[in-house]
Protein backbone atom coordinates (compact mmCIF):
# COMPACT_ATOMS: atom_id res chain seq x y z
CA UNK A 1 0.00 0.00 0.00
CA UNK A 2 1.42 3.51 -0.72
CA UNK A 3 0.72 6.40 1.17
CA UNK A 4 0.98 10.27 -0.23
CA UNK A 5 0.27 13.51 1.90
CA UNK A 6 -2.78 15.14 0.57
CA UNK A 7 -1.15 18.19 -1.14
CA UNK A 8 0.58 15.24 -3.54
CA UNK A 9 -2.74 14.26 -5.21
CA UNK A 10 -3.21 16.81 -7.73
CA UNK A 11 0.13 16.18 -9.17
CA UNK A 12 0.47 12.13 -9.15
CA UNK A 13 -1.02 10.97 -12.51
CA UNK A 14 -0.93 7.17 -14.80
CA UNK A 15 -1.13 4.89 -11.78
CA UNK A 16 -1.07 1.71 -12.57
CA UNK A 17 -0.80 -2.18 -10.36
CA UNK A 18 0.06 -5.08 -11.71
CA UNK A 19 0.55 -8.45 -9.95
CA UNK A 20 2.90 -11.47 -11.09
CA UNK A 21 2.49 -14.86 -9.69
CA UNK A 22 5.99 -17.00 -9.45
CA UNK A 23 4.65 -20.07 -6.99
CA UNK A 24 4.13 -23.46 -7.69
CA UNK A 25 3.67 -23.82 -11.47
CA UNK A 26 3.89 -20.14 -12.63
CA UNK A 27 0.41 -19.90 -11.03
CA UNK A 28 -0.23 -19.84 -8.01
CA UNK A 29 -0.23 -16.56 -6.12
CA UNK A 30 1.73 -17.22 -2.48
CA UNK A 31 4.92 -16.26 -4.53
CA UNK A 32 5.15 -13.13 -6.68
CA UNK A 33 4.87 -9.86 -6.59
CA UNK A 34 2.93 -6.52 -6.37
CA UNK A 35 3.65 -3.19 -8.33
CA UNK A 36 2.42 -0.03 -7.97
CA UNK A 37 3.34 2.63 -10.29
CA UNK A 38 2.64 6.26 -11.15
CA UNK A 39 3.91 9.48 -12.11
CA UNK A 40 4.23 12.55 -9.65
CA UNK A 41 5.53 15.74 -11.76
CA UNK A 42 5.46 13.69 -14.36
CA UNK A 43 8.33 11.52 -13.29
CA UNK A 44 7.78 7.84 -13.43
CA UNK A 45 8.40 5.97 -9.92
CA UNK A 46 7.33 1.90 -8.92
CA UNK A 47 7.48 0.17 -5.97
CA UNK A 48 7.54 -3.53 -6.03
CA UNK A 49 6.73 -5.70 -3.02
CA UNK A 50 7.53 -9.32 -3.22
CA UNK A 51 7.86 -12.44 -1.55
CA UNK A 52 10.16 -14.66 -3.49
CA UNK A 53 11.07 -18.34 -3.52
CA UNK A 54 12.45 -19.69 -0.06
CA UNK A 55 15.08 -21.96 0.98
CA UNK A 56 18.58 -22.06 0.61
CA UNK A 57 18.93 -24.41 -2.47
CA UNK A 58 16.47 -21.85 -4.78
CA UNK A 59 18.92 -19.07 -5.39
CA UNK A 60 18.77 -19.59 -9.33
CA UNK A 61 14.57 -19.78 -8.85
CA UNK A 62 14.88 -16.26 -7.10
CA UNK A 63 17.26 -15.23 -9.87
CA UNK A 64 14.62 -16.25 -12.62
CA UNK A 65 11.76 -14.69 -10.66
CA UNK A 66 13.85 -11.17 -10.62
CA UNK A 67 13.89 -11.32 -14.19
CA UNK A 68 10.51 -12.04 -14.92
CA UNK A 69 9.12 -9.54 -12.75
CA UNK A 70 11.68 -7.11 -14.47
CA UNK A 71 9.67 -7.88 -17.72
CA UNK A 72 6.30 -6.19 -16.58
CA UNK A 73 5.08 -3.97 -19.26
CA UNK A 74 2.77 -0.80 -18.70
CA UNK A 75 0.28 1.17 -20.48
CA UNK A 76 2.42 4.69 -19.83
CA UNK A 77 3.68 5.56 -23.75
CA UNK A 78 6.37 7.38 -22.11
CA UNK A 79 7.04 4.42 -19.54
CA UNK A 80 6.03 1.29 -20.87
CA UNK A 81 8.74 -1.18 -19.22
CA UNK A 82 10.18 -1.60 -15.82
CA UNK A 83 13.37 -0.18 -16.17
CA UNK A 84 12.21 2.70 -17.88
CA UNK A 85 11.27 4.02 -14.64
CA UNK A 86 13.34 7.00 -13.55
CA UNK A 87 12.59 5.57 -9.27
CA UNK A 88 12.23 2.01 -8.33
CA UNK A 89 11.56 0.95 -5.14
CA UNK A 90 12.12 -2.84 -4.49
CA UNK A 91 11.18 -4.17 -1.15
CA UNK A 92 10.05 -7.72 0.58
CA UNK A 93 10.92 -10.99 1.60
CA UNK A 94 13.19 -11.62 -1.18
CA UNK A 95 14.57 -15.17 0.82
CA UNK A 96 18.25 -14.37 -0.32
CA UNK A 97 19.98 -16.53 2.89
CA UNK A 98 23.46 -17.41 3.86
CA UNK A 99 25.37 -20.38 1.80
CA UNK A 100 25.09 -23.40 3.18
CA UNK A 101 28.90 -23.22 4.19
CA UNK A 102 26.96 -21.35 7.78
CA UNK A 103 26.01 -23.07 10.00
CA UNK A 104 23.00 -21.96 12.21
CA UNK A 105 25.74 -22.61 15.24
CA UNK A 106 28.17 -20.29 13.46
CA UNK A 107 25.76 -17.55 12.35
CA UNK A 108 24.70 -17.26 16.07
CA UNK A 109 28.12 -17.14 17.96
CA UNK A 110 28.83 -13.87 15.14
CA UNK A 111 25.48 -12.49 15.69
CA UNK A 112 25.06 -12.40 19.87
CA UNK A 113 28.53 -10.02 20.40
CA UNK A 114 27.49 -7.75 17.57
CA UNK A 115 29.70 -8.96 14.69
CA UNK A 116 27.30 -9.59 11.59
CA UNK A 117 29.74 -7.97 9.26
CA UNK A 118 31.50 -11.40 9.46
CA UNK A 119 28.40 -12.79 8.09
CA UNK A 120 28.11 -10.75 5.22
CA UNK A 121 30.65 -11.94 2.41
CA UNK A 122 28.44 -15.56 2.72
CA UNK A 123 24.93 -13.34 1.59
CA UNK A 124 23.60 -14.84 -1.28
CA UNK A 125 22.20 -11.64 -2.63
CA UNK A 126 25.41 -9.17 -2.22
CA UNK A 127 27.30 -12.13 -4.38
CA UNK A 128 24.31 -12.08 -7.35
CA UNK A 129 24.58 -8.21 -7.12
CA UNK A 130 28.13 -8.33 -8.10
CA UNK A 131 27.71 -11.13 -10.74
CA UNK A 132 25.57 -9.01 -12.32
CA UNK A 133 22.96 -12.22 -12.05
CA UNK A 134 20.20 -10.08 -10.42
CA UNK A 135 19.78 -6.77 -8.77
CA UNK A 136 22.92 -5.53 -10.73
CA UNK A 137 21.39 -2.25 -11.20
CA UNK A 138 20.31 -1.66 -7.77
CA UNK A 139 21.40 -0.54 -4.77
CA UNK A 140 21.06 -1.15 -0.75
CA UNK A 141 22.21 0.41 2.36
CA UNK A 142 24.53 -0.67 4.87
CA UNK A 143 22.88 -4.04 6.60
CA UNK A 144 23.82 -2.37 9.83
CA UNK A 145 21.26 -4.27 11.72
CA UNK A 146 21.27 -7.84 12.52
CA UNK A 147 19.93 -10.69 9.96
CA UNK A 148 15.82 -10.45 10.19
CA UNK A 149 15.31 -14.23 9.46
CA UNK A 150 14.02 -16.73 11.69
CA UNK A 151 13.14 -16.24 14.93
CA UNK A 152 10.49 -18.19 17.31
CA UNK A 153 7.48 -16.23 17.30
CA UNK A 154 7.26 -14.26 20.49
CA UNK A 155 10.68 -14.12 21.33
CA UNK A 156 14.08 -12.84 20.18
CA UNK A 157 15.20 -16.55 19.90
CA UNK A 158 16.54 -17.83 16.40
CA UNK A 159 15.27 -20.98 15.42
CA UNK A 160 14.68 -23.63 18.12
CA UNK A 161 12.76 -25.89 15.63
CA UNK A 162 14.63 -29.42 14.76
CA UNK A 163 14.75 -27.55 10.86
CA UNK A 164 17.47 -24.94 12.74
CA UNK A 165 17.65 -22.26 9.87
CA UNK A 166 20.36 -20.42 9.78
CA UNK A 167 20.11 -16.40 10.66
CA UNK A 168 20.02 -14.40 7.17
CA UNK A 169 18.55 -11.52 5.85
CA UNK A 170 16.08 -12.36 3.85
CA UNK A 171 14.11 -9.51 4.24
CA UNK A 172 15.54 -5.93 2.05
CA UNK A 173 15.01 -2.91 0.72
CA UNK A 174 16.89 -2.20 -2.78
CA UNK A 175 16.65 0.83 -5.36
CA UNK A 176 17.57 1.97 -8.56
CA UNK A 177 17.64 5.41 -10.09
CA UNK A 178 18.59 6.26 -13.80
CA UNK A 179 20.00 9.42 -12.87
CA UNK A 180 18.93 10.62 -16.09
CA UNK A 181 16.80 13.56 -15.18
CA UNK A 182 19.69 15.19 -12.47
CA UNK A 183 17.61 14.53 -9.54
CA UNK A 184 19.30 12.88 -5.83
CA UNK A 185 18.44 9.84 -4.20
CA UNK A 186 19.27 9.62 -0.62
CA UNK A 187 18.81 6.91 1.50
CA UNK A 188 18.55 8.63 5.19
CA UNK A 189 17.88 5.07 7.17
CA UNK A 190 18.12 1.44 6.77
CA UNK A 191 16.84 -0.48 9.65
CA UNK A 192 14.95 -3.68 11.29
CA UNK A 193 12.50 -3.23 13.95
CA UNK A 194 13.49 -5.79 16.54
CA UNK A 195 10.91 -5.17 19.04
CA UNK A 196 8.45 -7.03 17.02
CA UNK A 197 8.03 -10.31 17.95
CA UNK A 198 4.46 -11.92 16.04
CA UNK A 199 6.23 -13.29 13.57
CA UNK A 200 9.41 -15.24 12.16
CA UNK A 201 10.48 -12.45 10.46
CA UNK A 202 11.30 -9.05 11.85
CA UNK A 203 9.91 -5.71 9.66
CA UNK A 204 12.12 -3.80 8.34
CA UNK A 205 12.24 0.12 7.02
CA UNK A 206 13.84 2.69 5.40
CA UNK A 207 13.51 6.34 4.79
CA UNK A 208 14.56 8.03 1.37
CA UNK A 209 14.69 11.68 0.26
CA UNK A 210 14.60 13.44 -3.11
CA UNK A 211 16.44 16.55 -3.93
CA UNK A 212 14.13 18.08 -6.12
CA UNK A 213 11.53 20.81 -5.87
CA UNK A 214 8.99 21.00 -9.01
CA UNK A 215 7.86 24.33 -10.26
CA UNK A 216 4.44 22.79 -9.65
CA UNK A 217 4.26 23.05 -6.11
CA UNK A 218 3.87 26.38 -5.59
CA UNK A 219 1.02 27.76 -4.03
CA UNK A 220 -0.27 29.71 -7.24
CA UNK A 221 -3.99 30.01 -6.51
CA UNK A 222 -5.36 30.59 -3.27
CA UNK A 223 -9.57 29.36 -2.24
CA UNK A 224 -11.75 30.90 0.66
CA UNK A 225 -15.30 29.94 1.29
CA UNK A 226 -17.08 28.43 4.36
CA UNK A 227 -15.64 25.32 5.34
CA UNK A 228 -18.87 23.61 5.34
CA UNK A 229 -20.34 20.05 3.94
CA UNK A 230 -21.51 20.47 0.61
CA UNK A 231 -24.92 19.05 -0.94
CA UNK A 232 -25.91 17.82 -4.29
CA UNK A 233 -28.29 19.68 -5.79
CA UNK A 234 -27.38 22.63 -4.33
CA UNK A 235 -25.81 26.05 -5.38
CA UNK A 236 -22.08 26.02 -4.14
CA UNK A 237 -19.64 29.40 -4.32
CA UNK A 238 -15.79 29.61 -4.21
CA UNK A 239 -13.92 32.60 -3.90
CA UNK A 240 -10.47 32.88 -5.39
CA UNK A 241 -6.92 34.24 -5.83
CA UNK A 242 -4.12 34.30 -7.99
CA UNK A 243 -0.60 34.80 -7.06
CA UNK A 244 1.34 38.08 -8.91
CA UNK A 245 2.66 36.50 -12.13
CA UNK A 246 0.80 33.38 -12.27
CA UNK A 247 0.19 32.78 -16.49
CA UNK A 248 -3.32 31.60 -17.31
CA UNK A 249 -4.95 30.82 -20.27
CA UNK A 250 -8.20 29.85 -21.45
CA UNK A 251 -7.34 26.27 -21.20
CA UNK A 252 -7.66 26.60 -17.36
CA UNK A 253 -10.49 25.34 -15.59
CA UNK A 254 -11.50 25.71 -11.46
CA UNK A 255 -13.03 22.32 -11.30
CA UNK A 256 -14.00 19.79 -8.49
CA UNK A 257 -13.25 15.85 -8.91
CA UNK A 258 -14.15 13.05 -6.61
CA UNK A 259 -10.78 11.65 -5.00
CA UNK A 260 -10.63 8.08 -7.06
CA UNK A 261 -7.24 8.99 -8.02
CA UNK A 262 -8.20 8.42 -12.17
CA UNK A 263 -6.53 11.93 -12.71
CA UNK A 264 -4.72 12.82 -15.81
CA UNK A 265 -4.91 16.16 -16.02
CA UNK A 266 -2.31 18.11 -15.95
CA UNK A 267 -0.63 19.41 -13.03
CA UNK A 268 -3.51 21.49 -11.02
CA UNK A 269 -2.14 24.86 -9.25
CA UNK A 270 -3.59 24.67 -5.61
CA UNK A 271 -6.50 22.75 -4.48
CA UNK A 272 -8.45 22.48 -1.15
CA UNK A 273 -10.05 19.00 -0.21
CA UNK A 274 -13.55 19.02 1.10
CA UNK A 275 -17.07 16.63 1.35
CA UNK A 276 -19.80 16.67 -0.52
CA UNK A 277 -23.15 14.95 1.02
CA UNK A 278 -24.87 12.25 -1.42
CA UNK A 279 -26.62 9.33 -0.91
CA UNK A 280 -24.35 7.42 -0.35
CA UNK A 281 -22.57 9.55 2.02
CA UNK A 282 -19.79 11.40 2.53
CA UNK A 283 -17.40 11.49 -0.15
CA UNK A 284 -13.89 13.42 -0.49
CA UNK A 285 -13.47 15.70 -3.28
CA UNK A 286 -10.58 17.96 -5.06
CA UNK A 287 -11.20 21.55 -5.60
CA UNK A 288 -8.53 23.14 -7.48
CA UNK A 289 -7.63 25.45 -10.52
CA UNK A 290 -6.62 22.88 -13.39
CA UNK A 291 -4.02 23.92 -16.30
CA UNK A 292 -4.65 21.63 -19.44
CA UNK A 293 -3.11 22.10 -23.04
CA UNK A 294 -4.16 20.87 -26.36
CA UNK A 295 -1.93 17.66 -26.13
CA UNK A 296 -3.46 16.51 -22.79
CA UNK A 297 -6.68 14.84 -21.78
CA UNK A 298 -8.35 14.02 -19.04
CA UNK A 299 -9.97 10.32 -17.89
CA UNK A 300 -12.73 11.79 -15.17
CA UNK A 301 -13.98 15.75 -16.42
CA UNK A 302 -14.77 17.16 -13.13
CA UNK A 303 -17.14 19.70 -12.22
CA UNK A 304 -16.52 23.11 -13.88
CA UNK A 305 -17.13 25.84 -11.68
CA UNK A 306 -18.85 28.76 -13.88
CA UNK A 307 -16.37 32.27 -13.09
CA UNK A 308 -18.06 35.32 -13.16
CA UNK A 309 -17.02 37.89 -14.65
CA UNK A 310 -13.37 38.54 -16.07
CA UNK A 311 -11.98 38.96 -13.42
CA UNK A 312 -7.76 38.54 -13.89
CA UNK A 313 -6.81 37.75 -10.38
CA UNK A 314 -9.62 37.13 -8.14
CA UNK A 315 -13.34 36.33 -8.76
CA UNK A 316 -16.14 33.81 -7.75
CA UNK A 317 -17.28 30.76 -9.09
CA UNK A 318 -20.25 28.33 -8.44
CA UNK A 319 -21.74 25.36 -9.61
CA UNK A 320 -24.78 23.61 -8.80
CA UNK A 321 -23.45 19.84 -7.79
CA UNK A 322 -24.84 16.83 -9.10
CA UNK A 323 -24.64 13.06 -9.88
CA UNK A 324 -24.96 10.99 -12.94
CA UNK A 325 -23.25 7.87 -14.17
CA UNK A 326 -20.85 8.49 -17.28
CA UNK A 327 -19.62 5.27 -19.44
CA UNK A 328 -15.70 4.75 -19.56
CA UNK A 329 -13.80 2.58 -21.95
CA UNK A 330 -13.47 -0.21 -18.86
CA UNK A 331 -16.60 0.17 -16.79
CA UNK A 332 -19.15 2.18 -15.81
CA UNK A 333 -18.18 4.88 -13.05
CA UNK A 334 -19.58 7.65 -11.00
CA UNK A 335 -18.94 11.34 -11.39
CA UNK A 336 -19.39 14.46 -10.01
CA UNK A 337 -20.35 16.97 -13.13
CA UNK A 338 -22.68 20.54 -13.73
Known amino acids: ?9 PFITNIEEEFIATGIGGVLGNKGAVIGRFRLYGIPFCFVGVHMAPHIQNLEKR ?10 KFSDSLCKAFLDHEFIFWSGDLNYRLDESVSQERAIAAIRPGDSESLKPFDQLARVRAEGKAFAEFQEGPLSFPPTYRYDIGTQDFDSSPKARVPSWCDRILWRATGKLGIGLRQDTYTSYEHYCNSDHKPIGAKFTLAFQPDDAKQNVEFAFPRTTWACNQEARVLYSLEPGTSVSSWDWIGLYRVVLTISASPLLSFLLDGLESSKGLRHLLLGMFRRSRRTRTQTMPSRFRIDGRAERTGTVSARLSQQKVRSRSRSQSRIRD
Open 1 to 9: MIFVRPYLL
Open 63 to 72: NEEFHEIVQT
